[in-house]
């Protein structure tokens, strides 16, 4: 189990910007994708992105892409998702997710770890 803590929410008009950030414990995360999902209320958890370890190979949901950006600092341990253009739709916790095996063939399955997440919520 990876300890993580998400940051960065809050609360914004819709166009508006967040830069959320992601910092997990233990020495694994440089070898480890990370992924970001997201929970509206009554939801299940929902994919958003998803970077490999190394950071040459991302996945969006069709629904954030072109708006959405993940990366990430592995001597850090930090992984970040950067949400322009953020919609009302896009209102949730959103969570960190890592380990998760990330490759050219597989976007990642998150694992049953969560942390507290961070609130996003976007006004019309």
């Known amino acids: 189990q990876v300890d993580v803590v998400e940051s960065g929410g809050g609360l914004v008009q819709a166009g508006g910007s967040l830069r959320l950030s992601c910092t997990a414990s233990g020495p694994t995360f440089s070898v480890s994708g990370v992924g970001w999902f997201r929970q509206a209320p009554g939801k299940e958890h929902e994919f958003v992105a998803t970077?490999?370890?190394?950071?040459?190979?991302?996945y969006y949901a069709d629904s954030v892409k072109g708006r959405f950006t993940i990366s990430r600092d592995n001597a850090k341990n930090t992984g970040y998702l950067q949400m322009n253009g953020l919609k009302p739709e896009d209102t949730a916790v959103y969570y960190c997710?890592?380990?998760?095996?990330?490759?050219?063939?597989?976007?990642?399955?998150?694992?049953?770890?969560w942390g507290q997440g961070t609130q996003v919520t976007v006004s019309s």
């Open positions: 997710n890592t380990p998760l095996y990330v490759s050219s063939r597989a976007r990642g399955v998150p694992n049953d770890y």
């Open positions: 970077i490999n370890c190394d950071g040459t190979i991302t």
